[in-house]
């Protein structure tokens, strides 16, 4: 004879929901309006990621290895499939995808994404999805965002995001559309080329708003560092920027970066605390001597060149 549980008073049936685990409070939260109140009042907290593939999204839990939310919308279908992963399966819930994500969210008290991966170039409309998302914490591309449909729904998650790292498979088709993101006041931009062709232009590095701006593995001429500089002596150059980091495969000549710029080089055994007053994630950083760089107004730079195993990396920090 199978339990009433619905029959219980609230309190001695939240104290049932706390036993269970934590797919079987989501499959419980998806019965009735009651079951997904009372979900809620059970107070689980836990880190999502989000994949957003081909025909179908995920939503991962950080903590929780045994549990993977499915959402198959393969020909933009109105219905919505759920999987957990090696647990349940229901199809066609008669549910819209919104409503399900917005009480996926509400039961993990899920105030804010960790990440979200952008994985295959969607063939469903993402708009609907992207709306019912909370704020972001980072959004990831793999993905040529130089194709429409893929910079349509890179650009439909950066107001929720202050952080955004870029994966190129290859140089971009239509470099104008990577400056549109580049542009956006965003606080952190990562370009991750490793194993890949990719050459970063200086306009790409000009236009940018970030405050933290890092390139891995692209390919940049030391003369365009060289101008970059001195941009920056002219009061030409992105105000809100606090550190710009470039990590070569090839390295340059220390004096052709340098040269016209006044650059007053510093031991290693000088060590400075540089401050990041925007930054989500380091608070301070020692810098470990270095060559300054100041200009009329008495704005400081300092250049830090390094290389840690097999790559050669210029560190720029902007002292405010």
Same mark, same amino acid.
């Given at each position: 004879?199978?339990?009433?549980?619905? %029959? =219980?008073?609230?309190? *001695?049936?939240?104290?049932?929901?706390?036993?269970?685990?934590?797919?079987?409070?989501?499959?419980?939260?998806?019965?009735?309006? %009651?079951?997904?109140?009372?979900?809620?009042?059970?107070?689980? !907290?836990?880190?999502?990621?989000?994949?957003?593939?081909?025909?179908?999204?995920?939503?991962?839990?950080?903590?929780?290895? #045994?549990?993977?939310?499915?959402?198959?919308?393969?020909?933009?279908?109105?219905? !919505?499939?759920?999987?957990?992963?090696?647990?349940?399966?229901?199809?066609?819930?008669?549910?819209? +995808?919104?409503?399900?994500?917005?009480?996926?969210?509400?039961?993990? /008290?899920?105030?804010?994404?960790?990440?979200?991966?952008?994985? #295959?170039?969607?063939?469903?409309?993402?708009?609907?999805?992207?709306?019912? =998302? *909370?704020?972001?914490?980072?959004?990831?591309?793999?993905? #040529?965002?130089?194709?429409?449909?893929?910079?349509?729904?890179?650009?439909?998650?950066?107001?929720? +995001?202050?952080?955004?790292?870029?994966?190129?498979?290859?140089?971009?088709?239509?470099?104008?559309?990577?400056?549109?993101?580049?542009?956006?006041?965003?606080?952190?931009?990562?370009?991750?080329?490793?194993?890949? &062709?990719?050459?970063?232009? $200086?306009?790409?590095? $000009?236009?940018?708003?970030?405050?933290?701006?890092?390139?891995?593995?692209?390919?940049?001429?030391?003369?365009?560092?060289?101008?970059? $500089?001195?941009?920056?002596?002219?009061?030409?150059?992105?105000?809100?920027?606090?550190?710009?980091?470039?990590?070569?495969?090839?390295?340059?000549?220390? &004096?052709?970066?340098?040269? @016209?710029?006044?650059?007053?080089?510093?031991?290693?055994? !000088?060590?400075?605390?540089?401050?990041?007053?925007?930054?989500?994630?380091?608070?301070?950083?020692?810098?470990? @001597? @270095? /060559?300054?760089?100041?200009?009329? #107004? @008495?704005?400081?730079? !300092?250049? &830090?060149?390094?290389?840690?195993?097999?790559?050669?990396?210029? &560190?720029?920090?902007?002292?405010?």
């Amino acid at each position: 004879m199978a339990f009433p549980l619905l %029959r =219980l008073p609230l309190l *001695p049936l939240l104290r049932v929901c706390r036993c269970m685990d934590l797919d079987e409070v989501f499959a419980f939260s998806l019965l009735s309006k %009651r079951t997904y109140i009372t979900a809620e009042f059970v107070g689980i !907290t836990r880190t999502v990621v989000v994949n957003a593939k081909e025909n179908h999204f995920e939503l991962c839990f950080k903590d929780a290895q #045994d549990i993977l939310i499915y959402f198959d919308l393969e020909n933009n279908q109105a219905l !919505t499939d759920v999987k957990l992963q090696n647990m349940w399966s229901w199809n066609n819930l008669p549910i819209s +995808t919104s409503e399900l994500l917005n009480k996926t969210f509400d039961v993990f /008290h899920c105030k804010l994404i960790d990440q979200v991966h952008l994985m #295959d170039t969607p063939q469903y409309n993402m708009s609907l999805i992207i709306a019912t =998302l *909370p704020n972001i914490k980072k959004v990831s591309s793999f993905l #040529d965002i130089t194709n429409e449909i893929n910079s349509r729904a890179l650009k439909a998650l950066l107001p929720k +995001t202050s952080r955004v790292t870029l994966y190129p498979e290859a140089e971009y088709n239509n470099p104008e559309k990577l400056q549109e993101t580049l542009i956006e006041n965003l606080d952190y931009i990562e370009i991750i080329a490793f194993g890949r &062709d990719f050459r970063l232009n $200086l306009d790409d590095v $000009l236009i940018t708003n970030a405050t933290e701006f890092y390139f891995y593995g692209v390919s940049l001429r030391e003369q365009d560092l060289n101008r970059l $500089l001195k941009l920056w002596i002219t009061g030409k150059f992105n105000t809100r920027m606090e550190h710009l980091r470039f990590a070569l495969q090839e390295g340059f000549n220390r &004096d052709n970066i340098l040269n @016209g710029l006044n650059a007053i080089e510093l031991p290693r055994t !000088t060590t400075r605390t540089f401050e990041f007053p925007t930054s989500q994630t380091i608070s301070s950083k020692t810098i470990y @001597g @270095g /060559h300054d760089i100041r200009r009329g #107004d @008495g704005d400081l730079v !300092t250049v &830090d060149i390094l290389r840690p195993g097999t790559l050669y990396v210029y &560190d720029i920090y902007f002292w405010s």
